[in-house]
Each structure stands twice: as C-alpha cells, then as structure tokens.
C-alpha cells in the first residue's frame, strides 16, 4: 500500500476541524471527521485524506474560478456515469458537486488504495496499459457537453495559432540570449535554437497539410474531453487495475493531445525518441479507439513541434521559475536539445515527412 506524506491530525468526535481544513466544507458533505492527513499541496492545491464515519475520503481544494470547477466537476461526473476510470466525485447534502468557501472550492472523491509501484512509461508493455486506459478516457468522455457559462478551456482549432506565437517567441528570446547574461543558459540555447525552429516549422507546414481541422470539426460534432496531464503521478494501480486521477486540467480538444503530452513524457524518461514506444502506445490506443492515417499525420506533427523546449526556453527568459538558476536551465536546455533531435532522427525522413 502506498505511504502518503503528512501527519494524520486526529478529530474528536463531536469537534470541527476548523483549524485544519475549511469547516463549511467538512459540514456541507455532512462529514463527521475521525481523522484528517494532508497529504499534498502544490500550486494551489491541497489534498488531504478523510477517514470519517462512512468512510474514506480525498478532499481537494482548488482555487481556480468557481466557472472553471463547475466545468471539472461536470465533466467528472459524466465520466463517472460512464466508467469506472476515475475515484468517484462525492455531493453535497445538498446535491452540490462542489463546495465554494471565499476564494477557495471544494471537491470531495472516494479515496483510492493504491500498490505502491509506479509506471514506468519507458517501458513499451507498460506505456501500452497507459495508452489503452487513455483510450477508454476519451471513449468515456465522448457526448460531453459542458454547460453554458462554465470555463471548459476550450483548445479546438487553436494550434495553428499556437505554434506560429511560439515560434515567434523563440525568434525573439535569440536576442535576449545573445545579450549573455545567463551564461551557460545563453549558450545552449543559441546553439540549439536554429535547428529547433526548423523543426518547429516544420511541424507547421505538416498540420497544415494534415486534416487537423477536420479532425476539430468531428470533435467539435462528437462532444468530449482530454486530460491533458496522463503522467504516472496521475495513474494509480489499484486492485481494479490503472484509475486515472488529477482531473484538475481537463479541457476540450481533439485526443491527439494527450497523445502526444503522453509520447513525449515517454521519450524523457527514456531519454531518447524510441520507435517502439510509439509502436507500442498507438497499437494499444488504436485496438480500442481507432485513428485514421489523416489522424495519425496530425499527431505526428505535434510530437514533432518541439513543445518542451519552447516550454523551458519561456520559463528561463520570461521568469516563470525563478527559483531555478540560469546554471540549472543550461542542462535542461541541453537535454531537450538533445531529446528534440532524437525525434526529428525517428519521425522524420530524409524527404523531410514524418513517418505514420
């Protein structure tokens, strides 16, 4: 069984723990509280297992608008009447799906036990259990509508327009970098930079050719959601097999997101861009969720934009992690390079297509 981190804070029966978690939270779900552990908390989020009367318990509080909880907490439900994928999403007394409490919202979930093992996404058998259970998430999710009002973080059509800003971006950070005021940072960047804007550009002209809006189209038709965050911090071996938890990033857009938030993640851990990873992940999702050739291209161009190193490029110049150091960005910068070119050596031929 898994540990969790934290110290249980033991509840008399009969008292409020108003000084550990929001009271008005505990009373609205009706809880009489034996005992309560935080057990994370990371960019406005906060976990903390319940063992109350009727049970156990994860309460998340979050502290993004109350439109944008309305839409996960909608879209959890929907999953939950459609699978068993995700711990299911507990109501209020009062038929709530959530609880505001100031700036802060609450959700309750069924806690989940889990082995203490980890996926390893590097490993094909394993990658291919993720990516069959991803399947199931989008096949699950398919007819969902989120209701008028709500934040849903809707990405359909966008990534034309995405990739050119960040080309644009990274265009522009080669004047900063050449300033060198960052030292190693500067130099792995500018000597990475020009080859990795070929390959941006690249992958633009790619999903321009591919039937990237007709696949938003059909999504749009459809109805659904993607994760957008299937890391192995979010999967959980349980008896029932992998549920999948963390739902805090849902959004609408076509499945080749999570496809290829997932393939990337894979490639990092091994360190390299390795056929039989993506063999593997595309055989498992397609046996149940299948993917035309129009599809696949409009995939492939995405895992070939080169997402992470504009992603640390932009956290370097633009401050967005300054409690890492220009000396700490150098070899992640040099890392991702080197991750980047792997991929441009397995996907792309030498007639400059990607292979599908």
Aim: proline fraction near 5%.
């Amino acid at each position: 069984m898994r540990v969790f981190p934290g110290n249980p804070l033991p509840v008399e029966r009969g008292t409020s723990p108003i000084d550990i978690v929001s009271e008005h939270a505990l009373e609205s779900y009706g809880l009489t509280v034996i005992e309560i552990a935080e057990v994370s908390r990371k960019r406005g989020r906060t976990v903390w297992r319940v063992r109350a009367d009727d049970g156990v318990f994860a309460l998340k509080s979050l502290t993004v608008t109350a439109l944008r909880v309305a839409f996960l907490t909608e879209a959890h439900a929907y999953l939950n009447e459609r699978s068993t994928l995700a711990p299911v999403l507990r109501p209020t007394t009062s038929g709530a799906l959530y609880v505001e409490d100031g700036s802060t919202s609450y959700v309750l979930m069924d806690w989940l036990e889990a082995s203490d093992e980890h996926v390893s996404l590097s490993d094909p058998d394993q990658l291919a259990a993720v990516a069959g259970t991803m399947a199931d998430f989008h096949l699950a999710s398919s007819g969902f509508r989120p209701s008028v009002g709500t934040d849903p973080r809707d990405y359909l059509g966008t990534w034309p327009d995405v990739y050119q800003a960040r080309i644009r971006l990274l265009t522009v950070l080669k004047q900063d970098a050449r300033r060198g005021l960052r030292g190693r940072a500067d130099d792995a960047y500018l000597s990475a930079v020009n080859s990795i804007l070929d390959q941006a550009d690249l992958a633009s002209q790619l999903l321009e050719r591919a039937p990237y809006k007709s696949w938003c189209e059909l999504s749009r038709q459809r109805g659904g959601f993607v994760h957008q965050d299937f890391a192995k911090g979010n999967l959980l071996l349980t008896e029932d097999g992998l549920k999948v938890c963390d739902l805090d990033a849902i959004a609408i857009d076509i499945p080749a997101r999570d496809l290829r938030n997932l393939l990337t993640r894979a490639f990092r851990e091994a360190r390299a861009c390795r056929p039989e990873l993506v063999d593997a992940a595309l055989a498992a999702y397609r046996a149940k969720a299948p993917l035309t050739s129009g599809q696949l291209e409009v995939l492939m161009a995405d895992l070939l934009f080169p997402h992470h190193f504009v992603r640390a490029a932009r956290d370097l110049y633009m401050g967005l992690h300054p409690d890492r150091t220009p000396a700490q960005a150098a070899p992640r910068l040099q890392f991702l390079a080197s991750l980047e070119e792997s991929k441009r050596a397995t996907l792309v031929s030498g007639a400059g297509e990607v292979f599908v």
